[in-house]
């Protein structure tokens, strides 16, 4: 089956502790994305990558890394520098070109307490 | 990509179409209209997009006015199953700074489907 996975679906941290969100796609997509949200707000782009070895910046990159080493493969480090990590994180992908839709995960929700 | 504008909530009756409108008064020649929705806790699932002409497809039409300022997500026959928040995205065809680099995601609308 073709499609994008998440894991895990739900993730609890101690305040301080770095974590990876792990996100994997069979599509052959080169475009991939990192969304943070939270209740009743929409998506905030975090960072994004056009191919491998490349990322960029999105809206609300602070307190957040990533890394694009594989093409199928884009994980997401929320770091304890990130004031508020509380949040439901969704990964998508997409081909390069512009004029083609987007697919998500079923994201993780992240817990830090 | 251009800004759109979404009512916050709707509600629509089981069975009967349900009209979702969005105005994007800034959009460019080149921006296409897509169309997502999110059901509660999973993520978003593209339904349908277009440049000009109306389009359909298995899961719902969108209705694009001739000067391109405003669109109509329409879901012809509504399900409880459609109850979601309803998200309308414009975005470059090209890879001109608006293709690859990420979805500008509003706060969409609330449709609820009632029985």
């Known amino acids: 089956d073709g499609g994008i996975t998440q894991s895990p679906k739900y993730l609890f941290r101690k305040e301080g502790q770095n974590v990876t969100l792990s996100c994997e796609q069979n599509?052959?997509?080169?475009?991939m994305y990192w969304y943070r949200q939270d209740p009743g707000q929409g998506l905030r782009l975090i960072y994004y990558?056009?191919?491998?070895?490349?990322?960029q910046k999105g809206d609300i990159a602070e307190g957040y890394s990533v890394s694009r080493e594989k093409k199928e493969s884009f994980p997401l480090t929320v770091t304890s520098a990130q004031k508020n990590p509380t949040a439901f994180y969704l990964c998508?992908?997409?081909?390069?070109?512009?004029?083609?839709?987007?697919?998500f995960g079923q994201g993780t929700r992240l817990t830090v307490v | 990509d251009a800004k759109t504008t979404q009512p916050t909530s709707m509600d629509c009756a089981e069975g009967r179409a349900a009209n979702l409108p969005c105005n994007h008064s800034?959009?460019?020649?080149?921006?296409?209209v897509y169309w997502y929705r999110q059901i509660h806790s999973q993520g978003p699932q593209y339904i349908i997009h277009?440049?000009?002409n109306n389009e359909t497809n298995e899961m719902a039409s969108l209705i694009i006015t001739e000067d391109r300022k405003s669109s109509t997500l329409i879901l012809p026959h509504a399900t409880l199953r459609d109850t979601a928040v309803y998200y309308c995205?414009?975005?470059?065809?090209?890879?001109?700074?608006?293709?690859?680099?990420?979805?500008?995601f509003g706060k969409g609308t609330h449709l609820i489907i009632q029985p």
């Open positions: 998508a992908s997409s081909s390069y070109a512009g004029n083609t839709e987007a697919f």
């Open positions: 599509l052959n997509h080169d475009a």
């Open positions: 990558s056009q191919i491998v070895n490349d990322f």
């Open positions: 800034t959009i460019s020649g080149n921006e296409y």
């Open positions: 277009g440049l000009k």
């Open positions: 995205i414009v975005r470059a065809a090209d890879n001109s700074g608006g293709g690859a680099d990420g979805l500008t």
